[in-house]
């Protein structure tokens, strides 16, 4: 990679239909922040320019995918969209057994649901906020033992969403493998900034387990961005083809959660893929109490038909090299002008790291949702937080967790933005860093119970 030149990453797609976007003042925007609470995820999506809060359910679909939506076959049970997706989840991913659901956490709901039971430790390479949550609601106690390199966001390991496996290995020895009731996987790490794992970790974290007799759970919900990290840093990988190395990465696993809404190119979708035909009779069975009938689970036919040829797109070479391609353009740029960015640069998004950034702010005046709302007022670009808020707190002892990252995601939505609206994001990420020192934090004035990160208000101080 290194070298962005244009052409290498150029979009392999023209643009058919338009949005037209609304363009605001600053008088529009601090009116319209502080009516959100100074919290993007309440801002109206009317009064966004660039939207970058998230890459999940805001991708541009194919011409392909929605002549497919027109073939919907919305039948109560037995949708032929049902097993075109099934046998492109088999073909792709590898798995046999399928259980749609609505989208990622409808997954992550019933696999907790089903395999974890109270008093239970659920290791993980770092968390993730839906994930931990429903662990937690099963009775579990969520892990993390990714390697230390993920928690520094200067430190250039090329897989830092890699497990530390002797991290997972005392862990099996202080609580005994009868009190694990699987190991999560997530491929690019969300909240390390979209760190991938490597094969070779994935094969070693397959040995430990195997010989404990314990599950792998993979969170494939970016296993594609993941699959092309690994063809262009992991030796042996540079011949193999996108689609090879995404099945070999999901064969050192018993199933997946997937939130379709990412690597799949879709609006809305998610399913839970399973090896274990007693486990998934049993997921079959927990989804029509949750989601629908287990051919439908909570989606429409069209929108099964849509992940369908999704999955089919994401693993194209032109199409992962242009959507990574488009996240490292607009991370070189920001590095190039000295803002603190978290490196590498992750396969959907580009982290600022609040803490540096604003080094001024103490983490309880919440320095990463500050930048997230100054980014906004500045140009009406709406990122999200991914730092002490979307932590949350302890089910122990109720104090916040405090992560070491403190970071401001702008996430990518795939094929949806041009280079120009990447230069536009820069630059008024630039402008903000110039005017820095004036930055003051937050307090927050509401908290909800659970995921407090999309529902919490704040004031300025
Ligand atoms: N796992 C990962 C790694 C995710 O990033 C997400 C969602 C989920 C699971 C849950 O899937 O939203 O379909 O229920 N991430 C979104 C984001 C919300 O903005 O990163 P879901």
């Given at each position: 990679m290194g070298k962005l030149e244009r052409r290498s990453w150029a979009e392999p797609f023209k643009i058919k239909v338009v949005e037209p976007l609304k363009m605001t003042t600053r008088e529009d925007r601090l009116k319209a922040m502080a009516e959100a609470g100074y919290n993007t995820?309440?801002?109206?999506?009317?009064?966004?320019?660039?939207?970058?809060?998230?890459d999940s359910g805001t991708n541009a679909m194919s011409d392909y995918q929605w002549a497919g939506m027109m073939l919907?076959?919305?039948?109560?049970?037995?949708?032929?969209n049902y097993y075109h997706l099934e046998e492109n989840v088999g073909k792709?991913?590898?798995?046999k057994y399928l259980v749609p659901t609505h989208q990622g956490r409808g997954a992550e709901h019933i696999i907790s649901k089903l395999l974890i039971k109270p008093g239970d430790y659920v290791p993980g390479n770092m968390y993730f906020t839906t994930t931990r949550l429903h662990q937690e609601l099963a009775g579990g106690t969520f892990v993390d033992v990714i390697i230390d390199e993920a928690h520094d966001s200067q430190n250039l390991h090329p897989f830092k969403g890699n497990i530390d496996l002797q991290k997972l290995e005392d862990l099996i020895k202080k609580v005994g493998e009868k009190k694990i009731s699987y190991v999560t996987v997530a491929a690019t790490v969300n909240m390390a900034g979209g760190q991938p794992i490597s094969m070779e970790n994935l094969r070693r974290i397959r040995a430990l387990t195997s010989k404990h007799n314990i599950k792998v759970v993979f969170d494939a919900t970016r296993a594609v961005e993941n699959a092309y990290f690994i063809k262009m840093r992991e030796k042996g990988f540079e011949q193999r083809s996108i689609a090879e190395i995404l099945k070999e990465m999901c064969s050192y696993t018993d199933g997946a959660t997937m939130?379709?809404?990412?690597?799949?190119?879709?609006?809305i979708g998610g399913f839970l893929a399973l090896n274990d035909y007693d486990v998934f009779e049993e997921a079959r069975n927990m989804v029509v109490v949750y989601e629908g009938l287990h051919t439908y689970g909570g989606l429409a036919g069209r929108d099964m038909e849509a992940m369908a040829r999704g999955i089919e797109e994401a693993v194209q070479e032109p199409h992962i090299k242009a959507r990574i391609g488009q996240v490292e353009y607009v991370g070189d740029k920001l590095q190039s002008i000295g803002v603190p960015i978290v490196l590498p640069v992750g396969g959907h998004a580009v982290f600022l790291d609040a803490k540096r950034f604003l080094p001024h702010i103490p983490q309880l005046q919440f320095p990463a949702q500050t930048l997230a709302a100054e980014l906004y007022l500045d140009s009406g670009i709406r990122s999200m937080e991914r730092g002490i808020v979307s932590a949350?707190?302890?089910?122990?002892?109720?104090?916040?967790?405090?992560?070491k990252l403190e970071l401001v995601r702008l996430t990518f939505p795939r094929r949806v933005y041009t280079q120009a609206h990447c230069d536009v994001t820069a630059e008024s990420v630039e402008a903000v860093f110039e005017n820095r020192d004036r930055i003051k934090g937050l307090k927050m004035v509401y908290e909800p119970k659970y995921l407090r990160f999309f529902q919490a208000r704040f004031e300025r101080l």
């Open positions: 995820f309440l801002l109206r999506s009317e009064d966004v320019y660039i939207d970058l809060l998230t919907g076959d919305e039948a109560y049970a037995g949708s032929k792709f991913y590898g798995y939130s379709g809404k990412k690597d799949l190119l879709v609006n949350g707190r302890s089910k122990e002892t109720g104090d916040h967790y405090y992560p």
